[in-house]
């Protein structure tokens, strides 16, 4: 997926997310593996 601004660019939500943490609690940086 396309990042930009530190934001994600695309339509679909977020699945990679762990259920266990709150989505907003995530940095992007968790993105990258």
Known sequence: ???SAGRIR???KIL???EDK???G????QLDG
């Open 1 to 3: 997926d396309h990042v």
């Open 10 to 12: 695309h339509g679909a």
């Open 16 to 18: 990679r997310w762990r």
């Open 22 to 24: 709150d989505p907003h």
């Open 26 to 29: 995530c940095g992007i940086e």
